[in-house]
């Protein structure tokens, strides 16, 4: 497809599942993002891939968080034992780097509601 | 630690009226983006904004950057109702490693009024 896609689009956990949220980037984009957005709020950073390599993880709010990109396309973002806390929409965004004026493009996201 | 502040974060105003969105950050950056988001929906890109002076327009809305200053606008003309949505402002820093990092500013959402 033309987009970022991500799935699921929705996604219902019992307090201290695991899930695992997918992103497929934009083919040939060299740099992949993960954001977490909580409701009303901007989005706020988890963590940055070039490629496969994650040269930047400092926005990941704690250890259950983990995120990988192994082949330098999709990737997915793993949570474990899922907290209440952990509600929010989940946008990837992926950009090429060799493209000063590119934009970041948003998939739509993935909302999670830990219950 | 690169901060971005919007304001105002909430602005209702009248169908044909004009008002300006300001965006301030606090260390030098590399990018300056606006979005636009719809209610349940993603980001959508706006504008670009790459160096010191640079204005870019599209229909009725503007952007410009003051880099000397670390200061985005975004001057909406002759606002309509389908203007209606969360605008965002983000700024980009390149680290030396290569990494990258878009900071976003609590955006400001914009209700036009008939």
């Known amino acids: 497809g033309a987009g970022v896609s991500q799935s699921p689009r929705y996604k219902v956990a019992k307090r201290g599942q695991d899930v695992a949220l997918r992103c497929d980037p934009i083919s040939g984009h060299v740099s992949l993002f993960w954001y977490q957005q909580a409701l009303g709020q901007g989005p706020e950073f988890l963590t940055y891939?070039?490629?496969?390599?994650?040269?930047?993880k400092s926005g990941l709010p704690s250890d259950r968080f983990f995120a990988e990109r192994p082949e330098g396309s999709v990737s997915t973002l793993k949570i474990q034992r899922t907290q209440q806390e952990d509600s929010a929409v989940y946008l990837c965004?992926?950009?090429?780097?060799?493209?000063?004026?590119?934009?970041?493009?948003f998939g739509n996201g993935t909302r999670l509601t830990v219950t | 630690e690169l901060k971005v502040e919007q304001n105002p974060l909430f602005l209702s105003m009248q169908e044909g009226k004009n008002y300006t969105i300001y965006c301030n950050y606090s260390t030098t950056s590399d990018r300056l983006y606006w979005y636009r988001q719809d209610p349940g929906k993603s980001l959508e890109s706006l504008f670009v904004?790459?160096?010191?002076?640079a204005v870019k327009q599209e229909g009725r809305l503007m952007a410009s950057l003051d880099t000397k200053a670390r200061l985005s606008t975004l001057h909406i003309t002759a606002a309509v109702h389908d203007l209606s949505a969360t605008y965002f402002c983000?700024?980009?820093?390149?680290?030396?490693?290569?990494?990258?990092?878009?900071?976003f500013g609590k955006g400001t959402k914009l209700t036009v009024n008939p």
């Open positions: 904004l790459l160096s010191n002076g």
């Open positions: 891939f070039q490629n496969e390599a994650q040269l930047d």
């Open positions: 983000a700024v980009d820093r390149v680290t030396q490693g290569g990494s990258e990092k878009l900071v």
């Open positions: 965004a992926s950009s090429s780097w060799t493209d000063q004026n590119s934009p970041l493009h």
